[in-house]
């Protein structure tokens, strides 16, 4: 079975912190995503990536940075947390041209 | 990438065929319909895509109207863990950015 894991369920973070959330496929995917779920906003794609060291703004890019190093590996990186960026994260795979895409269980980041 | 509309609630009893609709009336010719799941405190879920004609799979059926502007995802048995949020995505096949909307959120009544 695709496998996309996310290194944290739950998060609580203090304003201004760095915070990183981790995301790792393993069915050699070329493309990753993250998303963030908001109540009543549905999922919002906020960066994605179709290769290693690649990525593409999505639609709510403000405030976040990716890094992907590795192709299995795809970070999303919160510079200086702000609590409007409290929300549930989700990371997402799939291969190129596919639109079948594999979700992670989430991540609930709180920024207090 | 078209819009679509989708009610914002539906109950359906257990064991019945759960029938969800989607509007997509400003889909252009090469956009597919796609349908995911996210059951509570899970990612969504892939559950069946198609162009114009009608899609069967072990989880779903689709229908597409003959001028493509509306469908309906069938889910023939429901169970209660067919109890989700359903969402109805209009895409160029190969565009790889999907945009949620909000859903349905369906809930199956014991």
């Known amino acids: 079975d695709v496998k996309v894991t996310q290194s944290s369920r739950y998060l609580v973070k203090r304003t201004g912190e760095k915070v990183f959330l981790e995301c790792v496929q393993d069915?050699?995917?070329?493309?990753m995503f993250w998303y963030r779920q908001d109540p009543g906003l549905g999922l919002r794609l906020i960066y994605f990536?179709?290769?290693?060291?690649?990525?593409e703004k999505g639609d709510i890019p403000e405030g976040y940075s990716v890094s992907r190093e590795k192709k299995e590996r795809f970070s999303l990186i919160l510079e200086s947390a702000s609590t409007n960026q409290t929300s549930m994260y989700l990371c997402?795979?799939?291969?190129?041209?596919?639109?079948?895409?594999?979700f992670g269980q989430g991540t609930r980041l709180t920024v207090v | 990438d078209a819009k679509t509309t989708q009610p914002t609630s539906m109950d359906c009893a257990e064991g019945r065929a759960a029938n969800l609709p989607c509007n997509h009336s400003?889909?252009?010719?090469?956009?597919?319909v796609y349908w995911y799941r996210q059951i509570h405190s899970q990612g969504p879920q892939y559950i069946i895509h198609g162009l114009k004609n009608n899609e069967t799979n072990e989880m779903a059926s689709l229908i597409i109207t003959e001028d493509r502007k509306s469908s309906t995802l069938i889910l023939p048995h429901a169970t209660l863990r067919d109890t989700a949020v359903y969402y109805c995505?209009?895409?160029?096949?190969?565009?790889?950015?999907?945009?949620f909307g909000t859903g349905t959120r369906l809930t199956i009544i014991p």
């Open positions: 069915m050699d995917h070329e493309n």
């Open positions: 997402a795979s799939s291969y190129l041209s596919d639109t079948e895409a594999f």
């Open positions: 400003t889909i252009s010719g090469n956009e597919y």
């Open positions: 995505i209009v895409a160029s096949f190969g565009n790889e950015k999907l945009t």
């Open positions: 990536s179709y290769d290693v060291k690649m990525k």
